[in-house]
């Protein structure tokens, strides 16, 4: 179930960002413009009556990677669904830091349904990024995608209202 939970987070969410950034403390895009590599994954994960969950994996050898450029736009060679992980696609659209969010805003491959999708940024420095996607990530991502992608703000909606707790932390450094 946990495994299913945290593709279903990621679907949803389709890249991988999270953010605990004050308002005030807005990162520039030309902050973290450049190649970033995905190194690991740490998740817990608390399904209500049942005991948390916690895992993590290093997956720097899947080559994972997004690109971000200084000129808000971005491109990332994997695609999360429900099912999994499809490292063969691609998606590219537009960001933006907002409100101590990092907002990516693309089509989905398969869908072709518009996509706006808010993680938090935990640590931005000039070598690593640490994204983490949480409740509040999910529920502005679920407000965000009610107009254009009824269906994901449902799937959304749906999680949230089974977990107690959703945490799951993406360590990317620079390429």
Same mark, same amino acid.
């Given at each position: 179930m946990k495994k299913t939970l945290i593709l279903i987070a990621l679907t949803i969410s389709t890249a991988f960002f999270a953010t605990s950034?004050? =308002?005030?403390?807005e990162v520039a895009p030309s902050a973290v413009a450049g190649s970033w590599s995905l190194q690991s994954y740490e998740s817990e994960i608390k399904v209500k009556g049942e005991d948390s969950e916690k895992? #993590? *994996?290093?997956?720097?050898?899947?080559?994972l990677f997004m690109?971000?450029?200084?000129? #808000?736009? &971005?491109?990332? =060679?994997?695609?999360?669904?429900?099912?999994? /992980?499809?490292? =063969?696609?691609s998606i590219s659209g537009?960001?933006?830091?907002?409100? #101590?969010f990092l907002v990516l805003k693309y089509k989905d491959p *398969?869908?072709?349904?518009?996509? /706006? &999708?808010?993680?938090?940024v935990k640590t931005s420095t000039s070598s690593e990024l640490v994204l983490v996607i949480d409740k509040d990530a999910l529920l502005?991502?679920?407000?965000?995608?009610?107009a254009t992608d009824p269906e994901t703000a449902e799937g959304i909606t749906l999680i949230l209202l089974l977990? *107690?707790?959703? *945490?799951?932390?993406?360590k990317y450094k620079k390429a």
């Open positions: 950034c004050k =308002n005030d403390d895992d #993590g *994996e290093d997956v720097s050898a899947s080559k690109n971000l450029a200084a000129d #808000g736009t &971005f491109t990332s =060679n994997s695609v999360f669904s429900v099912e999994d /992980v499809v490292s =063969n696609e537009k960001y933006e830091f907002k409100d #101590g *398969e869908t072709k349904a518009d996509v /706006v &999708f808010y993680s938090k502005k991502t679920a407000q965000a995608s009610s977990v *107690e707790k959703l *945490e799951i932390t993406f």
